[in-house]
């Protein structure tokens, strides 16, 4: 049986926490203040907005656009991220798991 307590009060496991977290606040923060950028900048800037690229084509669609561009950007980021350091920190906790909280 898994001892979750033991597991959670793991040094290791509270600094892999930790990390992720910290990561995770940044990605979400950057993510919310792009998404809200373009309402925001519509609603304060709309001659920006409207400022015509090609064709029927605006900064204002564009920036729309780059939203999608800017959420698979985050989750590579993330993706990279855990595969260089949040995974192997989860294997050291998992192969550590089974004699933590031992009982004799």
Known sequence: MVDWTAIEADARFQELHRRKVRFLWGLMLFSVVYYFA???????????????VFGPVNLGLLF????????????????RR???????????VARAAPTMGSRA
């Open 38 to 52: 373009l309402p925001i900048g519509a609603g304060y800037f709309p001659e920006l907005f409207r400022i015509r």
């Open 64 to 79: 729309a656009l780059s939203e999608f561009l800017v959420a698979w950007l985050i989750a590579f980021v993330y993706a």
């Open 82 to 92: 855990a595969g260089a350091e949040f995974d192997a920190l989860a294997a050291e």
